[in-house]
């Protein structure tokens, strides 16, 4: 099972990134997948949650109308795509496989929102 997210960076106030994960070793349609962050010293939170067929998305009240998850299941790929970023963005970011009850996490990648 593998979980490989990119797309992470330097970027400053106000712009864009868009963060890929793609996955392999098990059937990724039937997974659910969500994004989540955590920031130096803090957490592990929520960003936001895609269902199987992408659907049903949910997001954390901080990225609403900002974070865009998506996904191809043709391609094994989630993506966030971030508008808009703000230095409360800087966190390292990862995806994770939900299928109860497994789940999967990849090992992150780094987005830093700086002038």
């Known amino acids: 099972v593998q979980l490989v997210e990119s797309g992470g960076g330097l970027v400053q106030p106000g712009g864009s990134l868009r963060l890929s994960c793609v996955v392999s070793?098990?059937?990724?349609?039937?997974?659910?997948m969500s994004w989540y962050r955590q920031a130096p010293g803090k957490e592990r939170t929520l960003v936001a949650t895609?269902?199987?067929?992408?659907?049903?998305?949910n997001y954390a009240d901080s990225v609403k109308g900002r974070f865009t998850i998506s996904r191809d299941n043709s391609k094994n790929t989630v993506y966030l795509e971030m508008n808009s970023l703000k230095p409360e963005d800087t966190a390292v970011y990862y995806c994770?496989?939900?299928?109860?009850?497994?789940?999967?996490w990849g090992q992150g990648t780094q987005v830093t929102v700086s002038s």
């Open positions: 994770k496989a939900i299928y109860y009850p497994s789940e999967y």
């Open positions: 070793g098990f059937t990724f349609s039937r997974f659910a």
């Open positions: 895609i269902s199987r067929a992408g659907g049903t998305t």
